[in-house]
């Protein structure tokens, strides 16, 4: 909204201002000694508004600046001083803390070779850290190091509007409005003191925009609007191939650089009549929106050492290490308390390369782009919106507004056709595997066990991403009643009394976000991802030694038809979308009660709903199957699994069974299925030996070990799988998020509003909202990226069904303005001089309260891959266990904590296998934060001139809101602490305002 001049000259000059000085520091920085953040912001302006003729044309103007030079305490996590010289440290099972020397780093490595000079060059470029306790391991091998990096912003912005009276009477007007940002902004810091800002951003968005209002009778109205927006972003980024280390923060950051601009044309006419007690309205609204986009996201390579994604999950070193430790202390029973970050320690020391990837892109014609070069692309999309809406005024108490929305998007598209489609839709593909399970068929031999792509879109006249929905009509109806009763009923409900009541559809944008994770992971053939060939251990993994990195696989030729090759290992995956997509819609619901109280207070009472269907959400259609019913013993692997698993928490462990393999009773799904497993590690049934393969080389990590056997080629080519390899793994790839119209959310709330306008001197608003949000996956499509909304068992999408990642049960925000009782009128110094008054008279004290409760959290196990590989596990609580205590306090480590003691990680196990976890089973911390502004406005001898003066204080009682909490129980050593604060510390803002 801008304003408009008028016939009298108008305008103000006002700034906004913010320094160190009078700003609190964050809670983790002063535990670590580190000084206050830098903040300096002006954010100044002015404006000017008047006639250009009189009564009939007029002009607003306005300009706005904002410089910071300001700081951001940030948290990275570096090497400890002694790991720096190939010292690794670790706890064990008998509370103490051991450590193995450089040489000794030889002896305990799998393959002999030992710790790389190259890599302890790279360690000792890390500077030292300043909060242990911020470590994954607590300040063993892995510190954390706060430091306050550099922030930059200059923003500017400038409006312009003119209106016109095109007649006499104003009944023809016309307005003109143009608006242009010119920003520049430190986008992702530094990554260490020292360095530049990761990744700046700059933005020349324009828009403009102009409405025609024409009043052609009395009782007929008509706007037209047209608006043209451009948004216009460019943002630098890192051109070098990354690499990344365990548990480490990267040395540099490896953000890339993109540009977008969006033109988008917007026709909107509305039209309003009004007879007798109807008033109608009725309208559209045309968009033509176009979405060129140049990206370096897919443009380089990645390398790195993770410990998710080695086989075996590293057990071959950290049973080295149990080994040698035992052996050198003589004690059989030690053993190390946190695995993990001894594996991501030695991993880095040896200069693990085990995880690398890259995108092969091509255009539609099948010519390559070189690595390092931008992917371009186009996108269009036309949206087209109707509605008529009458609102009838049945009689002076009872009012009635009921209409109907039309809306048709055409899907978006690729305006230079290097767009490309499934032969097959992806939900037929997916339909084959869930019945071929069912009948015991393995994937491999199904009738389109393979996904092949084909030039697709308008540009090259073939079916787009998804059809078009030509369905979305939406009813509304809302009543507002103000019943006029005497009597009892009368006191019942109230003098003024009103129910307002309404139920309304709504149907949601969807599409344009999406499109942008095709391209540039979901085009097989244009833009083609490429992995490690199969997974490796510290035993083969590739080592760097700091000069060359592993070869890419090749890029697979480009040719239309294209159908990927069969992949036999690594952890790829893309996305796609189902034919069938429709758009989204939501029912919303709501009933309010309101009346006056004495003492010139209103209070309103009422219900809110909003009842989501076939919301989006990301599918993995390439899950392993799961359910894969095995016709002999009419059994699922779910279920065959699930039995191992009980026998694990019954007590038996891997060791065991090794040594004795017939303690394990045979489960004949995995004798039927996997007989060549028989044998396999040690002598033993099939049963023993996948029981071995999943607890004890992969750490529970079943789809691993269902990976061994399926898809693993054995000397001759073949696999362990009684059918055939890839009878449970698909043939192309580990995963594919398909977006799918899988979703039914629900929001119900009660809410409580208690509100005093503001009289003598003093008002204030109450409201309290309690509320429940349900949904199986919270993310929305955008910003969902590849994998921010994926459902965790495909073959289950309910069993997510849980409380929503933001769901807050109690939330209570309050504002009050109180005008202190000084000055005329008042309780003190009523009667003081002019000039007295004009000092003490007229401020204004205001504040705005929010209390919420704790959000949602999931616990992960980390690494452990029981059902999907692209989720992995999620704990539940233990069975006979009790939750642990849990609320925002300090454990016994001194730390931040949702728990008292890092031991509550031992009530907690990991889900069992083809199932999902508890979803959102914790909550996190709650929030509490107040604003607080004194000011008052200064009358200057000149008419119509003032000045206004105001202090402002963001968190003003400097309240710590903690951040949520470390929740995987792969690193137990510090499960439930936290580590950053949510929302900053107490800084205080001053503002001048001259208006005229």
């Keep these: 909204m801008t304003k408009s001049g008028s016939n009298q000259w108008h305008g103000s000059l006002y700034e906004f201002h913010r320094n160190k000085s009078t700003a609190a520091n964050d809670w983790f920085s002063n535990r670590a000694g580190l000084k206050r953040e830098n903040l300096i912001r002006n954010q100044y302006g002015a404006s000017f508004g008047g006639r250009i003729i009189r009564d009939r044309a007029f002009f607003f103007l306005n300009w706005e600046d904002r410089k910071d030079r300001s700081a951001s305490a940030q948290l990275r996590t570096v090497p400890t001083e002694a790991y720096k010289q190939g010292i690794v440290q670790f706890r064990t099972n008998t509370g103490g803390i051991q450590s193995l020397t450089a040489a000794e780093a030889r002896l305990v490595d799998p393959s002999g070779i030992g710790i790389s000079p190259a890599m302890l060059n790279i360690l000792k470029a890390y500077p030292a850290g300043n909060d242990p306790q911020a470590g994954g391991d607590r300040g063993l091998n892995f510190s954390g190091f706060r430091f306050n990096a550099p922030l930059t912003r200059n923003d500017r912005a400038y409006v312009a509007k003119m209106d016109f009276n095109l007649d006499k009477q104003a009944k023809h007007t016309l307005m003109l409005r143009g608006t242009l940002a010119d920003n520049s902004r430190d986008q992702v810091l530094a990554q260490f003191p020292g360095q530049d800002a990761a990744a700046k951003n700059l933005d020349n968005s324009k828009g403009l925009s102009a409405r025609y209002t024409a009043v052609l009778s009395s009782n007929l109205v008509n706007v037209f609007s047209y608006g043209y927006t451009r948004l216009g972003i460019a943002q630098s980024g890192n051109g070098n191939p990354s690499l990344g280390f365990g548990g480490l923060s990267n040395l540099e950051n490896f953000t890339r650089g993109f540009g977008r601009f969006i033109p988008t044309s917007n026709f909107v006419n509305d039209t309003t009549w009004t007879k007798g007690k109807h008033s109608v309205q009725y309208g559209i609204n045309f968009r033509v929106i176009q979405n060129d986009r140049t990206s370096y996201a897919n443009s380089f390579a990645s390398y790195s050492f993770s410990r998710n994604t080695l086989r075996g999950l590293g057990a071959d070193l950290t049973d080295s290490v149990t080994a040698y430790i035992r052996q050198r202390s003589g004690t059989s029973t030690l053993a190390l308390s946190e695995a993990l970050q001894v594996t991501n320690s030695y991993g880095n020391l040896y200069g693990i390369v085990n995880q690398f990837s890259g995108t092969y892109n091509f255009g539609i014609d099948g010519k390559a782009v070189p690595l390092g070069q931008p992917i371009s692309r186009g996108f269009a999309a036309r949206e087209y919106d109707f509605y008529l809406q009458d609102t009838w005024k049945v009689r002076r108490d009872l009012t009635l507004t009921y209409g109907l929305r039309y809306s048709n998007t055409t899907p978006p598209w690729e305006v230079n056709g290097v767009q490309v489609v499934p032969t097959v839709p992806l939900e037929t593909y997916f339909a084959e595997r869930v019945g071929g399970s069912a009948l015991g068929i393995p994937g491999h031999a199904l009738p389109n066990a393979k996904i092949t792509y084909a030039p697709g879109g308008p540009g090259n006249k073939g079916p787009g991403w998804f059809g078009r929905d030509n369905n979305n009509f939406a009813p509304r109806m809302n009543i507002a009643w103000a019943p006029e009763f005497n009597g ?121 709903g909003r009842l989501s269907r076939k919301g989006l959400v990301q599918q993995d259609i390439f899950q392993a199957l799961t359910e894969y019913k095995d016709q002999k013993s009419g059994t699922t692997w779910a279920q065959a699994a699930g039995i191992l698993r009980d026998r694990l928490e019954s007590g038996i462990t891997p060791a065991q069974v090794r040594a004795n393999p017939s303690i394990l009773p045979t489960v004949p799904f995995i004798e039927n299925m996997f007989p060549g497993a028989a044998n396999r590690t040690f002598p033993g049934s099939a049963t023993a030996n996948y029981f071995f393969t999943t607890y004890g080389t992969y750490a529970g990590s079943d789809l691993d070990a269902l990976n061994d056997m399926d898809r693993e080629r054995l000397p001759n080519g073949s696999c362990i799988s009684a059918t055939g390899c890839n009878t449970f793994f698909p043939l192309q790839n580990a995963g594919m998020r398909a977006w799918v119209n899988a979703a039914n959310a629900s929001y119900h709330g009660g809410q409580l509003v208690l509100r005093r306008p503001v009289t003598n001197g003093f008002g204030f608003d109450f409201n309290y909202t309690l509320s429940h949000s349900f949904d199986i996956v919270s993310a929305a499509e955008s910003g969902a990226g590849n994998g921010g909304a994926i459902i965790q068992n495909s073959f289950n999408p309910k069993a997510s069904y849980a409380s929503s990642d933001f769901d807050i049960r109690h939330n209570i925000t309050t504002n009050f303005v109180v005008e202190l009782p000084f000055g005329k009128g008042k309780s003190f110094l009523n009667s003081g001089p002019g000039w007295v008054n004009q000092f003490i008279g007229g401020w204004q004290i205001t504040a705005l309260s929010r209390y919420r409760t704790a959000l949602p959290l999931n616990i992960s196990t980390g690494g452990i891959y029981p059902t999907n590989y692209l989720s992995s596990s999620i704990a539940i609580l233990k069975p006979g266990a009790s939750f642990p205590d849990s609320g925002t306090g300090f454990d016994q480590n001194g730390n931040p904590s949702i728990f008292r003691n890092t031991n509550a990680a031992q009530a907690f196990i990991g889900q069992y296998p083809g199932r999902v976890g508890t979803r959102n089973i914790l909550r996190g911390a709650p929030l509490f934060n107040t604003d607080m502004s004194l000011g008052k406005y200064f009358q200057l001898p000149f008419e119509g001139h003032r000045i206004q003066v105001r202090a402002e204080a963001f968190n003003a009682f400097n309240t710590v809101n903690w951040g949520d909490p470390t929740r995987t129980l792969a690193n137990p050593g510090n499960f439930g602490q936290i580590t950053a604060t949510n929302g900053g510390p107490r800084v205080i803002q001053f503002a001048l305002r001259y208006e005229f």
């Design 488 to 608: 009892t009923a009368g006191k019942l409900f109230g003098k003024g009394s009103v129910i307002r009541a309404g139920a309304s559809m709504l149907y949601d944008r969807y599409g344009s976000d999406m499109i942008v994770n095709f391209d540039q992971s979901g085009s097989p053939g244009l833009a083609s991802s490429v992995t490690q060939l199969r997974n490796t251990n510290f035993s083969d993994s590739f080592r760097y030694a700091g000069a060359g990195l592993p070869a890419l696989p090749p890029a697979p030729a480009a040719s239309f038809p294209f159908t990927p090759a069969t992949i036999v290992g690594g952890f790829g995956s893309n996305t796609g979308v189902y034919s069938n997509l429709v758009a989204p819609y939501s029912v919303l619901l709501n009933m309010t009660y309101a009346r006056n109280l004495p003492g010139k207070l209103m209070v309103e009472v009422g219900y809110i």
